[in-house]
């Protein structure tokens, strides 16, 4: 199965039968990034993946003997860095020698030149946003391009003299080198970013690096996983029984389904019904996964413990605080009432790993709800993290191959401290009930448009004031709800959803006509920053 073409690159085909981390028993060949601290590493790493070959985020300073392992091709990421700085991130040299190939991309053409010889000088004039690029003669690395082609810069700092043994491949509009080469060594360097969709070509540019250049056939998808991560799991845990956190969202749903494939009812996936879930969870998401898949889901009725617990509370810190800590004790009572359990999955995703290995070091930010607070440590529990070499999209792609509900695939995140950062003030199981209720209506109104996928977030908050109404002949004083929707990429940063007035008004008419209790509806048209997702 460890195939690999590589013309040449003897190093490679050395190390290509050894198996690549988390891949299991299955050997591939993959096409190692060191990161520099581009905002577009973890784009390198997917594009790659969509040529279909395997990819993997190292660290800028990995040792060469690390990089080599399975590896058929190397990419060195751009980086905000100069070369210049005093502390400029710079790669082992020793992978120039490995005899596999290197590109060098933007920050990391400039340390590739600087590193063998080359010239790199401070730009006079800076190249950013969209530039044209044409290559120079006939080079199999731009193969399918065309004579000229629009590329996304961004740099300071040029290479004027590539290093010896180089060839000038590109150049851009305003003349300036743009691409180097050596064939005999198979090094390169773009000095544009072919990851980055406003790229002309840039796909198949890097299609001409892995397969063309570096001869990695097309062997990997999130379909191909499967079979892969089933064998890894089974002879990972072996005989020993699994638990986890099953929430209903993406993550938790997909790596239930993928355990439970591999180890039956040995896994043992925790449902917790915190009392400020979505309307119907219960039915919607763990119906479908036990009913449809067969998994046995323990279902944990805690509604009365998590809201005794929040009485009175209105701060959102604290109430996030509350959820966490009650989490944790209901999940360690249910594992120990469980018994013999030995591991513990999580959820973790690459983006995670990715923000582990960062040039700024690793992470703090780590998201905590995908680790259950400290209870590995606490309960001697071995971890296993069977999507930890995934992205989000491939987790769903994942997800179909396992024959889950699209309708699951394609749920909107919902926070683990639930409808209670959408009630503003005191959460009670009224406020619950009829938040669940607005909430149920307008995200049916959403479907019922066909707007649901085109939407990132949407969900209603439910407001700390009443407002002055009437109803027939009677005057109401009720609460007001606020309708959100927004798109986005990652949550990071987001922008309201324009939703068709009509929709808008069936929800308003719905939510007044059949909440009980609201007589008032508003719709959210701030976006982040300067407003957050949440309203807590
Ligand atoms: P904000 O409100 O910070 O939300 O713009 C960004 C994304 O994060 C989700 N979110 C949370 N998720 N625990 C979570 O698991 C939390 O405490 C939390 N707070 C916000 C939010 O729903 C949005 O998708």
């Known amino acids: 199965m460890a195939e690999r073409g590589g013309s040449g690159a003897a190093g490679a085909a050395a190390t290509a039968d050894r198996g690549a981390e988390g891949m299991g028993s299955v050997k591939r060949t993959r096409v190692v990034i060191l990161d520099f601290g581009s905002q577009y590493t973890h784009l390198i790493a997917r594009r790659i993946r969509e040529c279909g070959v395997y990819s993997e985020v190292l660290r800028f300073d990995a040792a060469s003997a690390e990089i080599a392992e399975s590896t058929g091709a190397i990419v060195l990421s751009g980086g905000p860095s100069s070369i210049y700085d005093e502390d400029a991130p710079k790669p082992d040299p020793a992978i120039y020698d490995l005899g596999v190939p290197v590109l060098g991309i933007c920050y990391g053409m400039q340390a590739m030149s600087e590193a063998l010889g080359g010239k790199v000088a401070r730009g006079t004039t800076r190249e950013y ?140 996936p925790i449902f917790v019904d915190n009392g400020v879930l979505r309307k ?123 024959g889950i509900d699209p309708d699951i695939l394609g749920r909107h995140p919902f926070p683990g401290p639930g409808l209670a950062v959408r009630i503003l ?51 109401t004083y009720e609460h007001v709800v606020a309708v959100r929707a927004v798109h986005s990429l990652d949550g990071m940063t987001a922008h309201w959803f324009p939703m068709p007035h009509e929709v808008l008004e069936r929800m308003s008419a719905r939510i007044i006509n059949e909440v009980r209790g609201v007589n008032r509806v508003c719709y959210d048209i701030s976006s982040k920053p300067p407003s957050t997702i949440e309203w807590e």
């Open 129 to 268: 946003g969209p530039m044209g690029f044409s290559p120079e003669g006939e080079h199999r690395l731009f193969d399918g391009l065309a004579e000229s082609n629009q590329v996304w810069m961004s740099h300071g700092d040029e290479v004027v003299a590539p290093p010896d043994g180089f060839e000038v491949l590109g150049r851009s509009a305003d003349g300036k080198i743009a691409s180097i080469g050596s064939d005999e060594r198979k090094l390169y360097g773009l000095q544009f970013h072919p990851e980055v969709v406003h790229t002309e070509r840039g796909k198949r540019l890097l299609e001409n690096y892995v397969h063309g250049i570096a001869g990695i056939p097309s062997n990997w998808s999130p379909e191909s996983f499967v079979e892969e991560a089933i064998e890894a799991i089974r002879a990972e845990v072996g005989d020993s029984t699994v638990v986890c956190a099953l929430s209903g969202g993406v993550d938790s749903s997909v790596m239930s389904v993928l355990i439970h494939r591999a180890i039956g009812d040995r896994l043992v």
């Open 280 to 402: 119907n969870e219960e039915h919607d998401v763990i119906g479908r996964l036990a009913g449809g898949l067969g998994l046995k889901v323990d279902k944990v009725d805690a509604r009365e413990r998590f809201l005794t617990k929040l009485a009175g509370v209105e701060d959102p810190e604290r109430k996030r605080k509350i959820i966490g800590t009650e989490f944790i004790r209901v999940f360690e009572e249910e594992a120990n009432r469980i018994g013999g359990v030995e591991y513990l999955a999580q959820g973790t995703l690459y983006p995670d790993v990715i923000e582990s290995v960062s040039v700024k070091g690793p992470s703090a930010t780590i998201k905590s709800h995908h680790n259950v607070g400290g209870l590995p440590e606490r309960m001697h529990l071995k971890l296993i993290e069977p999507l930890k070499t995934l992205f989000k999209d491939e987790v769903r792609k994942v997800g179909a191959e396992l």
């Open 425 to 475: 003030g005191e959460v009670t199981a009224e406020r619950v009930a009829l938040l669940q209720e607005a909430d149920a209506i307008a995200i049916e109104e959403i479907r019922n448009a066909g707007l649901y996928d085109d939407i990132w977030q949407a969900f209603v908050v439910l407001l700390p004031v009443k407002t002055v109404g009437v109803m027939g002949d009677e005057r």
